[in-house]
């Protein structure tokens, strides 16, 4: 008589490295039934959602402009979840760099764009920060979970931003619920005429290379991933576990209010309640699927990206909902999810 067993067995490397790739497909066949029961055909749809975005320079260059902001939100949870602080506030905290940038890029009126633009990174960068301190502090100090305190921060930082536009920076003329425009001095460059392509494209691929380098070459990226691997062992061989989570929570944080930096001084040039269609929770879905790598982050970046880019143009062409490319982002992150968790076990048939 045969029987089936479940029994742990890590997967070999080579087949680690194709989880990804695997995810993707495994993906794309699952939510086809969705497509065909939008009345349209999958491969018709898969093509608008891969190819038709890259067949024009437009477009292509539609596709790098959507991926700047997921790129940095994409690094800035995989920095987190490398040293096992799950950060589920990258949303949050890219609305409080935002907020920093909007307030930054008026006061900055006058000064030249060389002066105006570090300073506005930094403000970005440091308000991230100061978003994810509570959250840091109550996880080191109180073993408060990360998770629900990160992810409460996200409403909390959005009334904020109603209170700030409902009120002081409502504009006084049309009565918008926005910001004041932005010094010209503070917005970023156009990277390529007659384009939406800005300097926060540049200063996200600067991050990647930066994540990169401090997980893989640098004593604090060793001391992040043995805290990930492991909190006990890691605090055994002398690692001050508090400390690294700490370090990681707050560069995490600093790290996604740099996209709101990006969305104010590049697209928008004012704040507004939507400016992020939640690029900090898609930044987890980025993370996961990149394997929390550099190289995967970006990577992955980019796929949704398109895949956001390719959403608008499947709509157009075969008129099936905006919405599915938010259906495909979900699917892929419960897929690979899953097959990151099935990598450790096999399936053994055993004979009685």
């Known amino acids: 008589m045969l029987r089936l067993e479940i029994e742990r067995a890590p997967a070999p490397i080579w087949m680690r490295s194709l989880i ?45 402009v959507k991926s700047t902001p997921l790129l940095l939100t994409g690094a800035a949870v995989a920095f987190a979840f490398s040293a096992g602080y799950w950060n589920i506030g990258a949303e949050g905290q890219l609305y409080a760099g935002a907020i920093a940038a909007a307030w930054l890029g008026v006061v900055l009126e006058g000064l030249p764009p060389v002066i105006a633009i570090p300073i506005m990174l930094a403000g970005g960068f440091v308000a991230g920060a100061l978003w994810a301190l509570p959250s840091a502090l109550l996880k080191v100090k109180l073993a408060v979970d990360e998770v629900v305190t990160t992810l409460l921060l996200n409403s909390v930082v959005l009334f904020v931003v109603s209170a700030l536009l409902n009120g002081p920076w409502r504009d006084p003329i049309s009565g918008w619920p926005q910001s004041p425009e932005i010094a010209a001095g503070a917005a970023f460059p156009k990277l390529i005429p007659r384009s939406r392509l800005h300097l926060g494209f540049l200063v996200a691929l600067l991050v990647i290379g930066l994540l990169w380098f401090i997980l893989s070459r640098t004593a604090l990226g060793l001391r992040m991933r043995a805290v990930g691997l492991g909190q006990e062992a890691a605090r055994f061989v002398g690692v001050s576990v508090e400390r690294t989570m700490l370090t990681a929570a707050l560069v995490s944080g600093g790290i996604a209010g740099l996209a709101g930096v990006g969305e104010v001084a590049g697209i928008h040039f004012h704040l ?81």
Not at 283 to 297: D, F, P, S
């Open 272 to 352: 507004i309640e939507g400016i992020s269609p939640g690029y900090g929770y898609t930044g987890i879905i980025i993370a996961t699927l990149g394997g929390l790598h550099a190289a995967g982050v970006g990577l992955a970046a980019l796929f949704i990206g398109l895949i956001d880019t390719g959403a608008q143009t499947v709509s157009r062409a075969l008129g099936v909902p905006v919405y599915l490319g938010d259906v495909v982002q979900a699917a892929l992150l419960l897929v690979t999810l899953g097959m990151f968790i099935l990598q450790n076990y096999r399936i053994k048939v055993i004979s009685d």
């Open 20 to 64: 990804p790739v695997i995810a993707v497909l495994v993906t794309f066949v699952l939510t086809s039934v969705l497509v065909v029961w939008a009345g349209a055909n999958p491969l018709a749809a898969y093509r608008h959602f891969l190819i038709s975005p890259l067949s024009s320079k437009v477009s292509a260059l539609e596709v790098l």
